[in-house]
Structures are given as structure tokens and as C-alpha cells.
């Protein structure tokens, strides 16, 4: 009967488990898996379904890489040396982080604010360990592990993202590469009125050549010219489409870790399982409720054509794969809004209030979670107390 008893508890458990790092994982997906691709988007290389499509299949495929090289991240999210072991293995603590956590980034969301998974994770990992033990929580190992990266990297992304930019500036027009832009002229049917005696008046259709004149960020902006014997335009679009897969590669494989590590306290289920899991968890957010932050990401941090895009995917596929493979916990949103950022500086096209904006929330993003956490432990106490 016991025995009985304690399977039955087991798979209760698990089943909690999984549905609170599912519901972080999903709201993962819908902040951050359009963060890859946005230059795409915003470059007007391809269209959203097109670019989102492309974002989730990259993306999964860093998810499952992370079964073999992300062991660092998953040790460290696991919450193991930040609070006590004894309050790590507890499911309370674990459905408090994945609750404040994905609540968080779900809201970010919801009003299109790109914000970070990362910073929302490590919020909660604080306000769960002060609520449970306020006087356990290891403040060195959260800044040397967690806030320096999550400080440093997108400065660093910022300055990255405006060097690669000019070098392949430079080389562009090394190789005589040049910028044209698009014009469209085409016939269209204008209704003209004819006068008929006793002064009744018809209208008559004759078609007419038009030419349509918009803002410039509407206009599409192409290369010409040719590098090592093939067109330019063609070859840019191919290399920005395989920056933004190498990008939401990346962020798989860095992010994905980091929510399965929630997993390890149900020791009925493999973590490679759980890794499974929350990658298709990320990939159904991303399908199903990207869009507003896809719109901040390509239309409202700066304007852009494919040839920047490009330099911004490629420098910020760059640091977060660096990144995985050092088990640093930077985030991909930080990364890539930094390299945005730092290209619009040099081209002189970041749009600095609504880039404020995005700023503003990734300071509320850590006490937001840290306090959604901790209002978690507290319900949960209560329940055990009834």
C-alpha cells in the first residue's frame, strides 16, 4: 500500500514538474525564438512565417545538441551552490522558479518586450532561495556566475556587433559591391470621366503607367555587383539566412539547459528527456505567440537591409555559442538586441526610444521574477500548512 502510494506521489510530482518547466520553456519559445531571425524579418529578406518557420527548426536542433555540450549550464541552473542543497531538491523551490520565471517572460510578451530568459531565470532563483532560506543565498557565486555575464555580454555584443558591421562594410566595397534601391513601376487602371452631350458625364477605364513613391524603410535595398564570381545579392541572402539558423542554434543550445536543469530534482525522469521536452515546448511558443516581439526586434530597435542583418546575426551567433561552450549563462536576447543596437550606432539608424523602452524592462525583468517567486513559495506553504 505504501509503495503504492509513494508511485502515486512520484508521478504527481513529475507531472507538476513538467508542466511548470513546459510553461517556462513555452513562454521561452515566444520571447525569444523570433530573436534569431528578426533581421531577416526586419530586412525584408523574408516574411514572418517564412523566418519564424526557419527559427524553430534551428532552434530545435540547439536543443538537442544541448544533450551533449551544455553540462556546465545544467549544473549551474539547477540552483546547486546558489541556495542549499536540501532546498534545491525540493519540488517547492523548483515549481517557484519555473512559475516566476515564465509568468515573467509570458507578460514580457504579451506587451512585445524582448526580454531575457536568462535574467528572468536567475530573478527567480534569488526571490525561491531568499523565501525558503533568507540567510543561505551564496551572493558571491551569484555574481561571478550569474550578473557578470549577464552585464558584461551585451556590451561587449554592442561593440561586436558595430566591428563586424564595418569590417564587412569595408570588404564590401573592396570587392566593388554596391547598394541599389528598388523603384516600382508597373500599369494601373485609371478611371477617367468622359463627357457625353447635354452635359451627362461617363467614366471610361485606360490603363496608366504608375510609379509608387514610400518611406525609405519600406523600400528594398539590394546589392549588386559580384564576390568571387557569383552575384551578390544572391550569395548575401544565403549567408544572412545561414547567420540567423547559426543564431537560433545558439540559443537552443544555450537556453535549453538552462530551463531543463529545473528537471533534475524529479529523479524518475532522465534529464535527456526533459531536454526533449523543453525544446518542443520552445518550439510550439515560438510558432504560436512571437509575433509582437518579433515586431519589436525588426521594426523598432533599428532600421536595417541584409548586408547589416547579417553582421549583427553573425556577431551574435558568435558570443552565445562561445558562450554554451564556456557554460557562461549570457543572454541571447542581451546578445542580439546589443548587436542590433551596436550596428544601428554605426549606420546611424537605432531608434533610441523605443530601444530605452526595451532597456527599462530588462531592469524590472530580475525583481519582477525574484518577487513572482517568491509569492510562489508562499502560496505553496500555505497549501501544505491547510
Known amino acids: 500500500m505504501l509503495r503504492g502510494k509513494h508511485w502515486e506521489l512520484l508521478l504527481m510530482l513529475t507531472t507538476l514538474l513538467l508542466l511548470a518547466v513546459g510553461f517556462l520553456a513555452y513562454a521561452n519559445g515566444a520571447n525569444d525564438n523570433f530573436k534569431g531571425v528578426a533581421s531577416l524579418f526586419g530586412s525584408g529578406t523574408c516574411r514572418y512565417r517564412t523566418a519564424i518557420s526557419w527559427a524553430t527548426v534551428a532552434t530545435f536542433f540547439g536543443s538537442l545538441t544541448a544533450l551533449f555540450l551544455a553540462q556546465t549550464l545544467i549544473r549551474n541552473f539547477s540552483g546547486k551552490g546558489l541556495v542549499p542543497d536540501e532546498i534545491v531538491a525540493s519540488p517547492q523551490f523548483v515549481l517557484a522558479v519555473a512559475g516566476g520565471a515564465g509568468a515573467t517572460v509570458l507578460l514580457a510578451t504579451f506587451l512585445g518586450f524582448p526580454i531575457s530568459t536568462t535574467h528572468g531565470l536567475t530573478g527567480a532563483l534569488v526571490g525561491a532561495g531568499l523565501a525558503s532560506a533568507p540567510t543561505a543565498l551564496n551572493y558571491s557565486m551569484l555574481g561571478s556566475t550569474f550578473i557578470v555575464p549577464l552585464l558584461l555580454s551585451p556590451l561587449l555584443a554592442v ?3 558595430a566591428s563586424v558591421y564595418l569590417g564587412f562594410r569595408f570588404a564590401r566595397l573592396r570587392f566593388g559591391v554596391t547598394k541599389e534601391m528598388c523603384v516600382c513601376a508597373g ?4 478611371i477617367l470621366p468622359m463627357p ?6 461617363a467614366a ?3 490603363p496608366a503607367l504608375s510609379i509608387t513613391v514610400d518611406q525609405p524603410a519600406t523600400c528594398a535595398e539590394r546589392y549588386s555587383g559580384t564576390v568571387f564570381g557569383m552575384n551578390a545579392g544572391r550569395l548575401l541572402d544565403s549567408l544572412h539566412f545561414m547567420s540567423a539558423g547559426a543564431v537560433s542554434f545558439a540559443r537552443g543550445l544555450n537556453d535549453t539547459p538552462k530551463i531543463a536543469a529545473l528537471l533534475l530534482v524529479a529523479s524518475a525522469l532522465d534529464v535527456r528527456w526533459g531536454i526533449v521536452v523543453v525544446g518542443t515546448a520552445i518550439g510550439l511558443g515560438g510558432l504560436l505567440n512571437a509575433r509582437r516581439v518579433a515586431e519589436t526586434m525588426s521594426h523598432k530597435i533599428t532600421d536595417m537591409n541584409p548586408g547589416q542583418g547579417f553582421a549583427a546575426n553573425l556577431s551574435t551567433a558568435a558570443l552565445v555559442t562561445t558562450a554554451s561552450f564556456h557554460g557562461l549563462p549570457v543572454s541571447t536576447t542581451h546578445v542580439s538586441v546589443g548587436s542590433l543596437i551596436g550596428m544601428g550606432m554605426v549606420t546611424r539608424q537605432t531608434k533610441w526610444k523605443p530601444v530605452l523602452g526595451v532597456l527599462a524592462s530588462w531592469v524590472v525583468t530580475l525583481p519582477c521574477a525574484a518577487l513572482l517567486s517568491a509569492m510562489v513559495v508562499r502560496i505553496l506553504e500555505l497549501f501544505q500548512q491547510t
Open 159 to 161: 561593440v561586436t556587433g
Open 204 to 206: 471610361q477605364s485606360t
Open 196 to 201: 457625353q452631350p447635354e452635359g451627362v458625364f
Open 187 to 190: 500599369l494601373e487602371t485609371v
